[in-house]
């Protein structure tokens, strides 16, 4: 006997969602509004309902196909369409088909060529590029009845976020785009009742994000990702901050409330000598390279107490210092500065030093001058999460990251970073960004949560990263 589809009750910005018929369909603009559910939702409706139809659903990767739609789609549809796992789709006795495809790389697109859809799904279409985009929904073709759709969830940020602002958010048309085509269902966390029911805490996550994250992802604001990177770095204390609390400037400095950088202390000696102390690296040749000294105390504070920059007066450029010259000098250093003499340091560096493609690795080199480096985390939207994080400042002006103010590398670099306009969570490469890159790799050696006490999770485990 046939099964019958049971559907759960959709929300009203989902009912909007499952109701509309432009060719192109935009949902979500923030993270949780119940996006994927949608999608799945919509695919098995209009798959049912037009025998014959194809359609095809599209994520980024091929693990988060599997986790956000195959596995959920084939438990729920399971005794009505049947999985054909070498070519990726659920086929309907009524010869509808879903289709899954990923799109990671632009070779990706090639499976694509010469295929059709009726209907086309990109769930996250942020984190495709416009180009991918582009030559994946010219598929939509067909000489046929059935309805001719592309829906496209997002969330602000991801290289495809100028695009998708464009044409749902801005609604700038160019030629051969007609405005009526186009709309936009916005859903926030907040619209989708069932994880909020579900998950509440998942919302205390959103809203323990740093401000600009937090604009975005809770409150679907598209035009945040603009300007400066680190907009809360402060390299003197803030004076209205100053004056709420009800000192100096002057005192504010010496306490260490209300700015990240304060005047050097002896880690060398009384208590400072029982701290850890660690060696962050970035490699540089025809770039700069940075190697940058920290001491952590007993509650975990990041102290920057010393740098060695690579740099010329062109900011771009490194002084060309041969890996050996790199080591020497740092092993010179770790071996008579009174702060670090005789003490053990741990390394932590870009994890692309092990490369052994062109010969001796640059972590070998830095062993045969007794420089020792454990591989760094490069992920990069979660280490500049944990970069924010330590600037935040708790309720009395304390930071979790100070930095010395002789380290004038940071101070003068780390300002100057903007915003990447491909890939707006992440920051723009082309700014001086080796010093910021060698912070991010000692930060997510020792990951903290964000301060506000609301949040018991931070975003490295959030349970709808996928
Ligand atoms: N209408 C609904 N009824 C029941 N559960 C829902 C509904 N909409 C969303 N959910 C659940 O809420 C959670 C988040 O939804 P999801 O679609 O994954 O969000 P997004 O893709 O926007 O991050 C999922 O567990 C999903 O199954
Ligand atoms: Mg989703």
């Known amino acids: 006997m046939a099964k019958t589809l049971a559907i759960q009750m959709p929300s009203p910005r989902q009912k909007t969602f499952l109701t509309a018929t432009t060719r192109h369909i935009g949902f979500g603009g923030a993270r949780g509004g119940g996006k994927s559910w949608a999608v799945r939702t919509k695919a098995k409706l209009l798959a049912l309902r037009y025998p014959g139809i194809r359609i095809l659903i599209v994520r980024r990767t091929y693990p988060e196909l599997i986790n956000n739609h195959i596995r959920i789609l084939c438990q729920e549809l399971s005794g009505i369409g049947e999985y054909h796992d070498r070519d990726k789709l659920i086929a309907f006795p009524g010869g509808s088909i879903i289709q899954f495809s990923y799109c990671d790389r ?26 991918q985009m582009k030559t994946i929904t010219a598929c939509l073709r067909g000489v046929n009845d059935f309805p001719k759709r592309i829906y496209y969830t997002c969330n602000p940020g991801g290289q495809g ?14 030629d051969g785009e007609d405005p ?19 998950q509440p805490d998942y919302v205390k996550q959103l809203e323990a994000l740093p401000y600009k994250l937090r604009q975005a992802w809770l409150h679907g604001r ?16 803030d004076l209205a901050m100053c004056e709420k609390a009800g000192i100096t400037p002057e005192l504010a400095k010496k306490q260490g409330r209300w700015t990240h950088v304060i005047e050097p202390f002896d880690i060398g000696s009384g208590a400072c000598r029982g701290w850890t102390l660690y060696r962050s690296y970035d490699f540089g040749y025809a770039k700069p390279f940075s190697c940058a000294w920290w001491a952590v105390d007993h509650d975990g504070t990041l102290y ?40 053990q340091i741990l390394g932590v560096a870009d994890p692309a030093i092990w490369d052994v493609s062109r010969g001796e690795s640059i972590a070998d080199t830095a062993i045969r001058y007794g420089v020792y480096f454990t ?14 994080y330590r600037l935040q400042f708790d309720e009395n002006g304390y930071a979790r990251c100070y930095v010395f103010d002789n380290c004038k590398g940071f101070i003068r670099t780390v300002p100057t970073l903007r915003y990447d306009t491909n890939r707006p969570e992440d920051l723009d490469t082309a700014g001086e960004d080796h010093i910021a890159d060698e912070w991010r790799y000692l930060c997510m050696s020792r990951p903290v949560q964000p301060i506000r006490e609301a949040a018991p999770r931070g975003l490295l485990n959030d349970p709808l990263r996928s």
């Open 375 to 388: 591989p760094g985390d490069h992920a990069r939207v979660s280490g500049w999460m944990q970069c924010h």
């Open 222 to 237: 598209w035009d945040i990702f603009e300007g400066q990177f680190f907009e809360e770095f402060r390299e003197s204390p």
């Open 106 to 131: 632009d070779t990706d697109l090639d499976r694509l060529q010469g295929v059709e859809y009726d209907v086309i799904f990109l769930d996250e279409a942020t984190q495709l590029s416009e180009y």
């Open 161 to 174: 976020h100028q695009y998708i602002k464009r044409i749902f958010i801005d609604r700038k048309y160019r």
């Open 304 to 343: 920057r107490i010393m740098e060695l920059y690579g740099c010329t007066e062109n900011p771009n450029e490194g002084v060309k210092w041969t890996p050996d010259r790199q080591f020497q000098e740092i092993a010179r250093i770790e071996r008579e500065h009174p702060w670090l003499r005789g003490r």
């Open 180 to 198: 009526r085509d186009y709309t936009f269902i916005q859903s926030l966390v907040t619209d989708n009742h069932a994880l909020m029911k579900t």
